[in-house]
């Protein structure tokens, strides 16, 4: 018999693991655990196969960290009433959130930096884990493209493990970043679906004002954390047209602020940690961000276990981090996953990154919701508030909170005690609510006159 070369080997291995996404979703039983992957990596075509058999299948328990695509899942779309599949994610966008009120949608609450331990440790071995890849290279590795997250926690407690080849998958620099072809079950070649993008809307009135807030507490030599969206876009606009200079990146999220960051000459990641290297533990932007990350040696993707890991994130003097947030109360909690009982968004990073920031030399977290909101009446709410209302999330702790922003400022809250603390905070709501929060933190006892109870 002929001896195969180790290219010849990897071959034939390919060859015999290739089948249809029909094929592969057969493994599939009643009463299984499923894994459908990450961000960019969600399988595509594997999961409209799943979908096909809905009629077939009961008790099939679906997990995802977040469904980055605008249409609803096809398993949703042909099991409405949740009679066969119960969809969970770590994170509901706005395509889950509608998911979630119409039923059919459940959310995990996780500290995403645990994600990887919750899934190895904490429930059920995944019977499947289906995930989107990069194209074999020749030494049989698929590159999880630009997410790690929690994929090992994933894969190291799943019994199948079945890749979904995509074409327009970016190869991605980093660590713990690609499977071998022995660690697979199963190749699927997919449709080379394009990769789902994020494109931010324009920041509002309110959002530009808090982004002046912000930079001009930002000084040269700092490490940055930004969110999404058009409000940390304006943050890093700002910057670029700045004098600050000589920047690092170390993110949750690597968004397109800092592709326009690079652009303008600001990122040098001249960091003590991981120097030279932009470390991310996911991506989610434009096709351009997709094309520059391409097998650039300056990515770094990792676990999120790392990413986010507080000693991790202070090890990066001046460490900057910009999240926005939905309510706060005068004690200086803040809710940034939910309006009173509806689900908004998961956890996240924002805690990892509020108290590693703090404990970075130089460090500053910035915590930011405009004043106010309009309700459907036409009606002004303010989103500075007395008490959180009940059902409310506490995504930061008043202990952890670091700086809070609005349009009318930002104000620090670190070594406040409570009447301070209800003063900066009445400072920067909207000026309508100013007296109504006053004398509301009266009767709370948390104002200078009077540390009692009204009426307790």
């Not at 493994?27 to 058999?53: M, N, P, Y």
């Not at 019994?159 to 979904?164: D, G, H, P, S, W």
């Not at 000693?311 to 939905?326: A, F, P």
Request: net charge negative; charged share 25%; proline share 4%.
């Amino acid at each position: 018999m002929k001896r195969l070369t180790p290219a010849e080997k990897i071959q034939d291995d390919y060859e015999a693991k290739l089948v249809s996404a029909d094929e592969a979703v057969k493994v599939v039983k009643s009463g299984d655990q499923i894994h459908l992957g990450l961000f960019c990596g969600v399988a595509v075509d594997l999961e409209r196969a799943l979908a096909k058999r809905a009629e077939e299948l009961t008790d099939v328990t679906v997990c995802t960290t977040m469904w980055s695509y605008k249409e609803p899942p096809e398993i949703l779309k042909a099991d409405p009433g949740a009679k066969h599949f119960h969809y969970c994610s770590t994170h509901l966008t706005g395509t889950e959130r509608k998911q979630n009120k119409a039923g059919n949608c459940w959310f995990l609450p996780v500290q995403f930096r645990e994600n990887p331990k919750f899934y190895e440790e904490c429930r059920e071995t995944f019977d499947v884990a289906m995930l989107q890849v990069a194209a074999m290279d020749a030494s049989g590795n698929f590159n999880l493209g630009p997410q790690v997250a929690e994929y090992w926690g994933v894969l190291r407690n799943c019994k199948k493990i079945i890749v979904e080849v995509n074409q327009n998958m970016p190869v991605n620099h980093g660590q713990e970043n690609y499977l071998n072809i022995n660690q697979i079950d199963y190749i699927v070649e997919g449709s080379n679906s394009p990769l789902p993008t994020i494109s931010a809307k324009e920041a509002s009135d309110a959002e530009k004002k808090m982004a002046e807030h912000i930079v001009t507490r930002i000084e040269s030599g700092s490490t940055l954390q930004l969110g999404t969206g058009g409000f940390p876009n304006y943050v890093g606009k700002l910057i670029a047209e700045s004098d600050i200079d000589d920047l690092s990146c170390h993110t949750e999220m690597f968004v397109d602020a800092y592709l326009h960051l690079f652009e303008a000459g600001k990122l040098t990641n001249n960091k003590r940690i991981n120097q030279g290297k932009m470390t991310y533990t996911f991506a989610m932007g434009s096709k351009e961000l997709y094309d520059w990350i391409d097998d650039n040696q300056m990515m770094q993707v990792a676990p999120v276990d790392y990413v986010n890991d507080v000693d991790v994130i202070s090890q990066n003097e001046k460490m900057i981090s910009v999240n926005s947030c939905l309510q706060v109360d005068l004690f200086g909690q803040v809710n940034s996953e939910s309006s009173g009982l509806q689900h908004i968004g998961g956890t996240g990073g924002q805690l990892d990154f509020v108290m590693g920031a703090f404990k970075s030399k130089g460090g500053k977290s910035f915590l930011c919701t405009p004043s106010t909101r309009t309700l459907k009446d036409g009606r002004k709410e303010s989103l500075i508030l007395p008490v959180l209302p009940t059902g409310s999330i506490v995504s930061t702790p008043r202990s952890a909170v670091h700086y809070i922003v609005t349009e009318y400022g930002a104000v620090n809250l670190k070594g406040r005690n409570t009447y301070e603390r209800a003063e900066l905070l009445v400072s920067i709501a909207h000026p309508d609510f100013r007296e109504e929060l006053i004398e509301e933190a009266k009767k709370m006892g948390i104002w200078k006159t009077s540390s009692k109870v009204v009426n307790a």
